[in-house]
């Protein structure tokens, strides 16, 4: 029997090659370009999605209810639901990689002493235009990160002046080195 408009859903139904064939001639161009639009950064696998969507078709043509929909929409929502299928599938590719295959890097020692080294100058030269006092202040605050008012109770400051000595002493380091633009 020749599958047509009229018959061929009742071939798939019979199990028929015919009815998956004309299904594969009439709307394989529809279901390849919704499976192409979502797999596009995947190519090679767009022919076993498609393969996998006529199949579904096949195997659940039962599922299809003609006073719902055309059967290109039920088509179409088997095709959108089998490209996301691979999509996921795809992605836990990419993301399991066995523990054996992963390069642990090596953090370098003597980088990070030449760089501790070169941030400790850095902070200095800084810090060299305030006065002693302010400087002991700053390095409490911003490198051991104590509270304000606990590195000027220690350095006997009341809590008011530690805020006046930590804005003078940013405007200060602002005018010699220049405010850095934020991105």
Known sequence: ???????FIDLIKKQKEEG????????????????RKRLFNAPDRIEECMNDIF??????????????GSFEGWAAGVARLEAI???RRLSREFTTVPIEEME????????RKLTEQELSRETEEILGCLKPKDQ???RRIFIEEEEPEEAGEALGISRDN??????RGKQKIRSKFGERKRA
Request: proline share 4%; aromatic share 14%; net charge negative.
């Open 162 to 167: 530690v805020y006046v000595r930590i804005f």
């Open 1 to 7: 029997m020749k599958a047509n408009e009229n018959n």
């Open 20 to 35: 998956i064939l004309y299904v594969i001639e009439t709307y394989g161009g529809l279901l390849h370009s919704i499976v």
């Open 136 to 138: 002991e202040l700053f």
């Open 104 to 111: 642990i890097p090596q953090e370098d020692p003597s980088f």
């Open 85 to 87: 299928d691979a999509l």
């Open 55 to 68: 199949l579904g078709i096949w195997q659940n043509i039962d599922s299809y209810d003609e006073t719902k």
